[in-house]
């Protein structure tokens, strides 16, 4: 009922590209869904959250995209540059409850 | 400002030796959670303080994991004895309020290698 699955596992994608990972949730009082970003050899940092009475939030090249009905949401990098090479981790939480993250993406960005 | 601080970054340990890590939050912070990355099982929640009072410990893998928060500028994260499974990295992470829809801040990590 907690868990949050994110896929793919690792992703390769060519500069100027765009980066999609996709997270699923079951647990429907989840109401906050935020991004993080983690470069090699650091902690996670906030990347961009959502709430989910909107079906997209966008902040310069990164969107989420939030689907309520299919308990899905993902994070888009539009013109991927070889800087966003990093782990990305989809999370969800209630507004009381911590932070329950998913697995984790790797993303490499081709130069 | 400066951010979460942990220490140390490195440990290279022996099986059944005591390992402590530390953490400094954000000033102010008045959330504190510890967490273990691995390849295999991504970000887990060890423990999480409000206010210096464990609130959550369900992450904690076994008994010989312990979490203290003597004040609000420090916490430390025991493991005794320490085995090869228990490598990983650990994070600390700050909240200003409790969590929900707080941001969290994460330390640089501790490196954790149990021979």
């Known amino acids: 009922q907690q868990q949050v699955k994110q896929s793919p596992q690792s992703l390769i994608v060519q500069k100027g590209g765009i980066s999609i990972i996709n997270c699923a949730y079951e647990?429907?009082?989840?109401?906050?869904f935020p991004w993080y970003q983690q470069f090699p050899g650091k902690g996670p940092a906030l990347l961009i959250a959502?709430?989910?009475?909107?079906s997209e939030k966008k902040e310069g090249r990164f969107t989420i995209s939030f689907n309520k009905s299919a308990k899905q949401f993902s994070l888009h990098i539009m013109d991927s540059q070889p800087g966003d090479s990093a782990t990305y981790f989809c999370a969800a939480s209630t507004g009381y409850s911590t932070l329950t993250f998913g697995k984790g993406t790797m993303l490499l960005v081709s130069p | 400002d400066a951010g979460v601080i942990q220490s140390p970054r490195h440990e290279v340990t022996e099986m059944g030796q005591e390992v402590t890590l530390r953490c400094k939050p954000i000033s102010g912070h008045n959330s504190l959670f510890w967490y273990r990355q691995t390849m295999m099982r991504g970000l887990e929640l060890l423990i999480y303080?409000?206010?210096?009072?464990?609130?959550?410990d369900s992450g904690m893998p076994e008994d010989r994991f312990s979490a203290k928060m003597p004040n609000a500028s420090f916490s430390t994260l025991k493991i005794q004895p320490s085995e090869p499974r228990d490598s990983a990295v650990y994070f600390c992470?700050?909240?200003?309020?409790?969590?929900?829809?707080?941001?969290?801040?994460f330390g640089p990590g501790t490196r954790l290698l149990v021979l």
């Open positions: 303080f409000n206010n210096n009072v464990p609130i959550d």
């Open positions: 647990n429907t009082a989840f109401d906050y």
């Open positions: 959502i709430r989910p009475d909107v």
């Open positions: 992470a700050s909240s200003l309020r409790p969590p929900g829809e707080e941001t969290q801040y």
